[in-house]
């Protein structure tokens, strides 16, 4: 039977239901170019999380700096503590243009005829593990993101100096790393209170958009097959004992949320509808059985950044289920604030003393 295994006790209604090992699954002769290209993205994940947890800010150095706009020594100060720090946001934001063309060749690889995409999650389990790998990456780095606001203030804060700066013709050596084409781009992706998410529901709906001879049903089917996949896993002891890590529940947990998010995204009617083909309910319930330090920032990112909660046709059982969350996830207050950055830095700065933290 391989490492996929059909469940045949727990078929409700037409919601298809397997079990992926997400621990041995290994490429096949036929998967292993797309595996090969998209392991070169995955090998550099861990080194991205552990730059991005790292990230400690020049807060107190753009403080002095504002604070005393005559002092030479500290505008300098801030200055060059402030570069280093562009050049890893700029990695980062590199990253996510290789994540996003990573996903779309899994996506090619299990969404083509004539395969079905059950069919291609059967016999392609190494690029589903995959797929799974680049969703667990995208909310671990965008839980880490929310809390850290200095790279708002950072960001923001060099913005306004480049452009002083270069109206007084200073040479920037830094503009040959990021210039002001890429210093735009980069401003629209840490705007996002989720960026990596947005980047891989837009990746998502782009290659819907551009693959217009593909029925949008190859797409949907493979991401509900996987909440599908990680629901009964969560739920099913018989399976979960197989595990040799505590740690891949929180995967499935989070790879299920992921699919959902994109699924929501992609699909006109999205996850919540009652002809939805993810079972919302049961992926809610699973999650809120899970220790409650594992799942709230999971179910706050169901509710605070999927589109199609609050539309009409969402049950009501299923917005209630969701309405006792915890906002871990930023309030739209907060949101706006980071969007408002660029303009309001200097006199947050000014009246407080601080950079927002």
């Known amino acids: 039977m391989g490492n996929l295994l059909k469940v045949l006790t727990r078929e409700i209604e037409n919601y298809p239901h397997f079990f992926l090992d997400f621990e041995n699954a290994q490429p096949t002769d036929c998967e292993r170019d797309v595996w090969n290209q998209v392991n070169a993205v995955l090998q550099d ?127 920037l050596d830094i503009e040959r790393e990021v210039n002001n084409e890429m210093a735009n781009r980069m401003s629209l992706f840490y705007a996002e209170a989720t960026p990596m998410l947005k980047t891989l529901s837009t990746a998502t709906t782009n290659f819907v958009t551009e693959n217009k001879t593909l029925p949008l049903e190859n797409t949907t089917d493979v991401l509900s097959t996987m909440a599908s996949v990680c629901k009964v896993m969560l739920e099913t002891p018989d399976y979960t004992s197989r595990f040799n890590s505590e740690d891949t529940l929180l995967f499935c947990m989070r790879v299920m949320v992921g699919v959902i998010i994109l699924y929501d995204h992609v699909h006109p009617n999205g996850a919540f509808n009652k002809s939805s083909k993810i079972d919302m309910k049961g992926c809610i319930k699973v999650l809120k059985e899970q220790p409650a330090d594992n799942v709230e920032g999971l179910l706050n990112a169901l509710k605070f950044t999927t589109k199609h909660l609050h539309d009409e046709s969402t049950p009501k059982n299923i917005r209630s289920m969701l309405q006792s969350v915890c906002p871990v996830f930023p309030t739209p207050m907060d949101v706006r604030w980071q969007g408002e950055n660029c303009s309001n830095l200097h006199e947050h700065l000014l009246s407080t003393g601080v950079p927002r933290e």
């Open 45 to 171: 994940s861990e080194s991205i999380l552990s730059g991005l947890q790292a990230y400690k800010g020049a807060g107190l150095e753009i403080r002095d700096a504002i604070q005393n706009p005559n002092d030479m020594l500290l505008q300098e100060r801030a200055w060059n503590s402030v570069c280093p720090l562009v050049i890893r946001l700029k990695k980062f934001y590199s990253f996510s243009l290789r994540l996003e063309r990573a996903l779309q060749s899994l996506l090619e690889s299990l969404t083509c005829p004539p395969c079905t995409p059950t069919q291609h999650l059967e016999k392609e389990q190494a690029l589903a593990k995959q797929f799974a790998e680049i969703l667990h990456f995208t909310l671990r780095f965008d839980e880490l993101k929310m809390r850290i606001p200095a790279i708002q203030n950072d960001f923001s804060y060099y913005r306004r100096t480049i452009s002083r700066n270069r109206i007084n013709n200073m040479n």
